[in-house]
Nanobody, 124 residues
Framework: QVQLVQSGGGLVQAGASLRLSCVAS????????MGWFRQAPGKEREFVAT????????YYADSVKGRFTVSRDNAKNTVYLQMNSLEPEDTAVYYC?????????????????WGQGTQVTVSS
């Protein structure tokens, strides 16, 4: 069992930056593929970014590519989402998730454990 605890987020103006953190409990954090998803009001949850166990591979949604960066520190059991050049369209609740599988995925149903979510609000 893995518990994910998120921090970061908040209210910022367009163009600002934020960093989200997600700390995992338990051992073997480096075995998990980690993902970030978000859900805006009235919309379905959508994929944002994913990173493999050793941090060597990352994938991003087209909407955030070039602005967001996912990274991890396995020694700290932590995955990060650095968000730059934020836009009002980035406003959502952001979730980190852990996948016990071996293939990186954009699909939320592939992920086994979820953080509690953190609100990011970008004003224009």
């Amino acid at each position: 069992q893995v518990q994910l605890v998120q921090s970061g987020g908040g209210l910022v103006q367009a163009g600002a930056s934020l960093r989200l953190s997600c700390v995992a409990s338990g051992r073997m954090f480096g075995w998990y593929i980690m993902g970030w998803f978000r859900q805006a009001p009235g919309k379905e949850r959508e994929f944002v970014a994913t990173i493999n166990g050793n941090g060597g591979s990352t994938y991003y949604a087209d909407s955030v590519k070039g602005r967001f960066t996912v990274s991890r520190d396995n020694a700290k059991n932590t995955v990060y989402l650095q968000m730059n050049s934020l836009e009002p369209e980035d406003t959502a609740v952001y979730y980190c998730a852990a996948d016990r599988g071996f293939k990186m995925s954009y699909s939320d149903y592939e992920y086994d454990y979820w953080g509690q979510g953190t609100q990011v609000t970008v004003s224009s």
